[in-house]
């Protein structure tokens, strides 16, 4: 027998609720203004967020392209004894040095304007073995020659026909391999020399992570392959890089990353209006001290 008698059970004292006039819940019309004030708030706050989702996206997909060209350019020169892809200029026709046809392609061929001649929309010049070096360590992917915030930009004339987009927006260094170049004393560039890295052990100064090899160019500015810039300051932009990302472009470097890299000028982030060739966006004067031009400089090959 339990000598200890069972506890009483003390049921729980209802919890007591202290009045405090300084608190007191929301009126009925005070939270209709408030969902209202919310409502307003997010529908000017909406178009913001997609705007700035919609430019992440495409950097995003700037960035993925740039390095798969980096990839594709590396393996390359990985099977070609060192070599880096022919990088040849079409207006420099030189049949005893690398002759600018289908027996010795370059590593695009085509050039980009605003007509509606084929070059820019036929996806078989970036991707075909007979004209591309590189379309095949690409798993013949054309989408990866055009940035969603560059290649988009279509003349009157094209939209007309029916096209949203140019098959490419990324140059190369015309300073990264090899191939066919305007040289002194032939250079119309006014460059005092001409430093042209053939080899992927021929990145001295600076290094192969300070080399950029592809950019986007500025819509206005693409024609062929090649994107001409000098090693030491000059006061021209021979061509304009992209600035489309914001300001900024999508640039593959020779060690293989990208990155989005912002301009701080004026002189390169300017619109697009649909014509090429100088002097509108080629031949683009700029100070000796221009910061854009001189970090162009500091990361194109010297020997």
């Known amino acids: 027998m339990n000598a200890n008698p069972p506890a009483?059970?003390?049921p729980l004292s209802p919890q007591r609720?202290?009045?405090?006039?300084?608190?007191?819940?929301?009126t009925l019309t005070e939270l209709l203004v408030l969902l209202a004030t919310s409502a307003i708030l997010a529908m000017l706050l909406l178009p913001v967020l997609a705007g700035t989702q919609s430019g992440s996206t495409k950097a995003f997909q700037c960035l993925n392209n740039m390095r798969q060209m980096a990839l594709a350019w590396t393996l390359y020169s990985e099977d070609n004894h060192d070599r880096l892809a022919i990088n040849?200029?079409?207006?420099?026709?030189?049949?005893?040095?690398?002759?600018h046809n289908s027996s010795n392609p370059s590593w695009?061929?085509?050039?980009?304007?605003?007509?509606?001649?084929f070059y820019n929309t036929n996806a078989?010049?970036?991707t075909n073995d007979q004209y591309s070096l590189l379309g095949n360590y690409l798993g013949r992917s054309a989408s990866v020659f055009a940035c969603p915030a560059t290649a988009t930009y279509v003349s009157p004339v094209q939209r007309t026909v029916g096209w949203s987009a140019r098959a490419r927006s990324v140059a190369m260094n015309a300073a990264v391999g090899n191939g066919d170049k305007y040289e002194e004393p032939n250079n119309p560039f006014g460059y005092a020399s001409w430093y042209v890295a053939k080899k992927a052990t021929d990145f001295h100064a600076p290094g192969p992570s300070d080399v950029w090899v592809f950019t986007d160019e500025h819509p206005d500015s693409i024609d062929d392959g090649l994107l001409y810039a000098a090693n030491y300051p000059?006061?021209?932009?021979t061509e304009l890089p992209g600035s489309q990302h914001g300001g900024a472009c999508g640039m593959a470097f020779a060690d293989g990353h990208a990155i989005i890299h912002k301009w701080s000028a004026p002189v390169v982030v300017v619109p697009v209006i649909y014509v090429n060739g100088p002097p509108l966006r080629q031949l683009v004067p700029c100070s000796i001290s221009d910061p854009d031009m001189l970090w162009l400089t500091q990361h194109t090959p010297q020997n």
């Open 108 to 117: 695009v061929i085509g050039t980009m304007d605003w007509t509606v001649g």
């Open 8 to 10: 009483k059970f003390i």
């Open 234 to 237: 000059v006061t021209t932009f």
């Open 88 to 99: 040849s200029d079409p207006h420099v026709y030189d049949s005893s040095f690398f002759p």
């Open 17 to 26: 609720h202290i009045y405090n006039p300084a608190r007191r819940a929301f």
């Open 124 to 126: 078989n010049y970036l």
